[in-house]
Each structure stands twice: as structure tokens, then as C-alpha cells.
């Protein structure tokens, strides 16, 4: 992560210097209209001088533009060891924001190039009046984003990388952070009666596990719950997927890795709120054992599962993880995420996550917790016409709608199969819990770079789910839902 570190004089004039401006500076009218530069959020401007003297547009000057223009000033220099950031005139919590949208974008992975590893980004020096209030600012606010590079990191590595075994070492590593790690290996899972989360992992190379991760906080409350989808290859087992794009299911564990990171966030800033993250992971492969269409599963609710596709295989180790986290813990609220299904994608494409739920309050609260940290959320709903369609004639409910596949895929689209994974989902919430499910297919990744970060992985759920937490969370008198 980007060093970031506070000082009221700069150690090397020599340094480049970024300052955030609102207006265009006197002086450099004519400069500014040839580089149509106007100060708004992200924007830069740059004049031919040594060392290097950079402004940066601030815009309205609020969180999000911020950190967008921050993030400006990462892009722009990210080939520069270090940077000055002049932050004398502006308010501590903007510098912080500044600082953080410069870390989120000067992120990369770089872990298995072994030649041609461009320079980067490595420390920002903030020139600041106050260094000791910014400090402390900055120990909060760099929380979340830790977090969130935490999942980057994750979702980053491939899948002979990221097994099932080796993803739940680095969630043991959280330990070190106060962060109490259960790992239920197979042998566990199959005396529970997880038959959902087991059926999945199969034809795995390395078996299933589901890890919980455990904060205490400091308040006497039931905790909130993060329940996360942690497929680290799919395949889509014996409904096999296409051949093309389908080196991108290494992501389809960015749910368990937002969870995860969430975690991190809220044990690095000592959040008062006791947390948990319950976290089903498994490879979806073929295999002589894999599960198959037709198959009726027993989960660990009890109730029997007709499965239709085994490329819906998310929505199983989902049920599975969310009977295991509301029967067990009784949460104040539970929040699942999952990139669950291709459905939100044509709906809401790559700009927002799907929210669905069962208490308007939570949903409200999310959708206005997505909204102050840039990682919007769209409502969706949940019909009793959804429900109805998952209806089976040989067991209690039926995994999903059929593909459609013999028609050439084409009706399958016409399909509303969010819905469908949400309804289904629905029936493993333990009556009277609070539940929302994030479907974050389309925003776990970006193509391109993006306003925080380059192309890859961009750990969305994070910083949402860190600042549900701190908005609803932590105080003690709270024992229900937002």
C-alpha cells in the first residue's frame, strides 16, 4: 500500500509537488483553457517547469471528489517514487480523502511478474498544518482502505494460487489483527449436514471449507453478519461454461473477499461493533464426484434442493452459509455478497451492485452506506411470482428457473434470475433476522481503469460495508435493525 506520511515542511524541494485547488489559480487562465482544464473533481493541470508543479481540481471539495481528485494525482505521477501533496489550506478530513483516493489508484499487482516491473507510486508526503490531528485522521480513514486492497489482493490471485486451502491461510492471517479464524474442514462440514457448500467443492482439487471470522467489538450487542461467496475457480462443474471469458471466474470469490476485507477494516480502526464473516468456499470443477443437474441436495436448513443447474452453483454454498450464520449467531443484520449471477449484469450493467432484501431499513441504510463511499447499489425486487417459480415436484424448492440452453441461450435472457437466486436465497434466512444480498456481479472488476484504481479487481463491498457499520453499528443501545 501507498506509504502516505504527514510533515508541516517539505523534506525535498526537489519532490514533485501536487497542490488541490477549487478555482483556477491567477495567473494560468490561458494555460488552463489550452488543457480545458476548469478544476473540477480529477481534474489536471500542469505547466513545463522543474521540479514538476501540479494542480489538481477539487471540485465541490466533498469526500467522493476528493478522493477521485487524489486519485488523479496517483495516475498522473504513478511512475514517480514519491510525491509532495500541498494540503496547508484544506480541511483534514479533505486531506485524508486526497490521500486515500491517491492509495486506492496507485494499488497494483504485481506478485508473479518476475521482469519488466514498471516503477511505481510508493510514498505521498502530505504537507499539512496540524500533522498530529491528520495523523490520527488518517489511521481511521486508512482502515477501510486497507481493507480493500486486502480483497483486491485477493480476487487478484489465480485460482492455482488462490485453492480453497491456501485462501483460508491468508484469512488465518488476519489473526494477528485481533480477528478470532474457525475453519470447518470437510470432515466438519459433512457431520453439520452442509450439503449444499459440500455438493459444490466435490470435483474440487482441494475440498470446501467455510471460514468464519470473528470480531468481538466492545459493546454488548448481537453482531452484524457479512456472509460472503467464496467460489475460487468456476467452471460451472458439469453445465460447463463457455470457453471464452472464462478465465475471469477466478473473481467469483470477490463476495468472501469483501467480507473478509471488511473485517480487516473494522479490527484496524477498533470498531466497537462485535462482527462476524461467515465464508463458503470451494471450487466448482468437474470431476467423476462432481454434482450434476437432477441431483436433490439436503442442505444444512434440512430442506432438499432439486438442482437444475450446477452453474448456479453460488446460490447453494450461499444457502448453506446464511442458515449457518442466522441460526448461529442471531445477528443483528446479516449482509450477503456475491458475484451471483449474469442476470444484474444486463440490468445494471458495470456501474451498480443489485440490492435485494427483506427489511426496508437495512436496504435504506446500505444504499445510503454505498452512496457516500462511490460504491452504489441499485434496489431490486423479490415477487411472490419469483418464489413460485422455484417450485420442484421432487423436493422442497428448486435451485433456479431452467438456462434455457437448448434454445441457443437466447430465452434465458428474458429470465430473471437475480430475482430467482434472491428468492431462493430468502428461504435460508432465519425468520426475523434482517437480511440483505448484494449481488455484485458486474462491479467486482473493471475492464479498464477506473476513478480509484487501475483494471482488475476494485474490492467493492468494503468500504460500503465499513461505513454501514460505523453509520448503524456501534453503539450499544442498537439491537436491532437500522
Request: net charge neutral.
Amino acid at each position: 500500500m501507498l506509504k502516505v506520511s504527514f510533515r508541516r515542511a517539505s523534506p525535498d524541494p526537489a519532490l514533485p509537488l501536487v497542490r488541490p485547488i477549487a478555482a483556477v489559480p491567477a495567473g494560468m487562465e490561458a494555460v488552463a483553457a489550452a488543457q480545458g482544464f476548469r478544476a473540477e473533481a480529477g481534474q489536471v493541470l500542469e505547466a513545463a517547469a522543474a521540479p514538476r508543479r501540479i494542480w489538481l481540481g477539487l471540485g465541490a471539495g466533498t469526500r467522493q471528489e476528493a478522493e477521485i481528485a487524489g486519485a488523479a494525482a496517483a495516475a498522473r505521477l504513478h511512475e514517480t517514487p514519491q510525491l509532495l501533496l500541498d494540503a496547508t489550506r484544506l480541511a483534514v478530513e479533505t486531506t485524508c480523502a486526497l490521500a486515500a483516493g491517491a492509495a486506492l489508484r496507485a494499488w497494483r499487482f504485481d506478485a508473479h511478474r518476475t521482469r519488466d516491473v514498471a516503477p511505481r507510486l510508493a510514498r505521498l508526503v502530505v504537507l499539512t498544518e496540524d500533522v498530529a490531528t491528520a495523523k490520527a485522521c488518517w489511521e481511521a480513514t486508512s482502515a477501510a482502505v486497507r481493507g480493500c486492497l486486502f480483497a483486491r489482493e485477493l480476487v487478484a490471485e489465480p485460482a492455482n494460487h488462490l485453492t480453497t486451502k491456501s485462501f483460508v491461510k491468508r484469512l488465518e492471517g488476519l489473526a494477528e489483527h485481533g480477528i478470532h479464524v474457525d475453519v470447518l474442514g470437510r470432515k466438519r462440514l459433512t457431520r453439520a449436514g452442509f450439503g449444499g457448500l459440500l455438493a459444490v467443492g466435490a470435483g474440487g482439487s482441494t475440498p470446501p471449507r467455510l471460514a468464519v471470522l470473528r470480531w468481538r467489538g466492545s459493546i454488548a450487542a448481537p453482531p452484524v453478519v457479512f456472509v460472503g461467496k467464496g467460489i475460487v475457480f468456476d467452471t460451472g462443474g458439469i453445465s460447463i461454461k463457455p470457453a471464452q471469458g472464462m478465465e475471469t471466474m477466478r473473481a467469483d470469490m470477490a463476495g468472501a473477499a469483501a467480507c473478509a476485507g471488511a473485517m480487516l477494516s473494522l479490527a484496524l480502526r477498533r470498531s466497537p461493533a462485535p462482527a462476524v464473516a461467515v465464508l463458503a468456499i470451494a471450487e466448482n470443477a468437474t470431476d467423476a464426484r462432481s454434482y450434476r443437474p437432477s441431483d436433490v441436495l439436503r442442505m444444512l436448513s434440512g430442506r432438499t434442493v432439486e438442482v437444475v443447474d450446477t452453474d448456479a452453483e453460488g446460490r447453494l454454498v450461499l444457502a448453506d452459509a446464511l442458515h449457518y450464520a442466522t441460526s448461529r449467531f442471531r445477528p443483528r443484520a446479516v449482509v450477503d455478497l456475491a458475484t451471483l449471477t449474469g442476470a444484474i449484469v444486463s440490468a445494471l450493467g458495470h456501474h451498480r451492485a443489485g440490492l435485494f432484501g427483506n427489511d426496508a431499513a437495512l436496504m435504506s441504510a446500505l444504499a445510503a452506506a454505498g452512496e457516500a463511499v462511490g460504491e452504489a447499489l441499485w434496489p431490486m425486487p423479490i415477487g411472490e411470482g419469483h418464489r413460485a417459480d422455484l417450485a420442484s415436484d421432487i423436493a422442497d424448492l428448486r435451485q433456479c428457473m431452467p438456462s434455457a440452453r437448448g434454445e441457443g441461450g437466447w430465452a434465458a435472457r428474458f429470465i430473471p434470475d437475480a430475482c430467482h437466486a434472491a428468492a431462493f436465497l430468502r428461504e435460508f434466512v432465519a425468520e426475523g433476522v434482517p437480511w440483505a444480498h448484494l449481488d455484485i456481479a458486474g462491479v467486482d472488476t473493471q475492464d479498464a481503469p477506473h476513478p480509484l484504481g487501475p483494471a482488475g479487481p476494485t474490492g467493492f463491498g468494503v468500504r460500503l460495508l465499513d461505513a454501514l457499520v460505523a453509520a448503524q453499528f456501534e453503539e450499544e443501545d442498537h439491537h436491532a435493525a437500522p
